[in-house]
Nanobody, 125 residues
């Protein structure tokens, strides 16, 4: 079994920055593709970013390209999401996810079989 624990959410003003962390524990967690998604009460779960297990390939949703950066430190079993130039539209619950079946980046929620509990990000105008 794999456990994902997220932290780093909070309230920031427009144009500010936040860095989210996702610490994984369990068997061979370092070998999993990792991703970030976000969700609001009025929108379906939205893809944010994904990264391969070696960190060489990344993928981003169109709405966050150029502003967000996904990275990972396998020695610490941790995946990060650096969020810059935040906008009110970025307000959502952010979820960390991992896949034990896919080795390439993927934007489809159903391809991930492990999920964190979510952390709230709010951006004020």
């Amino acid at each position: 079994q794999v456990w994902l624990v997220e932290s780093g959410g909070g309230l920031v003003q427009t144009g500010g920055s936040l860095k989210l962390s996702c610490i994984a524990s369990g068997r061979t967690a370092y070998g999993y593709v990792a991703g970030w998604f976000r969700q609001t009460p009025t929108k379906e779960r939205e893809f944010v970013a994904s990264i391969t297990r070696d960190g060489q390939n990344t993928d981003y949703g169109d709405s966050v390209k150029g502003r967000f950066t996904i990275s990972r430190d396998n020695a610490k079993n941790t995946t990060y999401l650096q969020m810059n130039s935040l906008k009110p539209e970025d307000t959502a619950v952010y979820y960390c996810a991992a896949s034990s079946r896919f080795y390439g980046v993927t934007e489809i929620p159903g391809h991930y079989n492990y999920w964190g509990q979510g952390t709230q990000v709010a951006v004020s105008s």
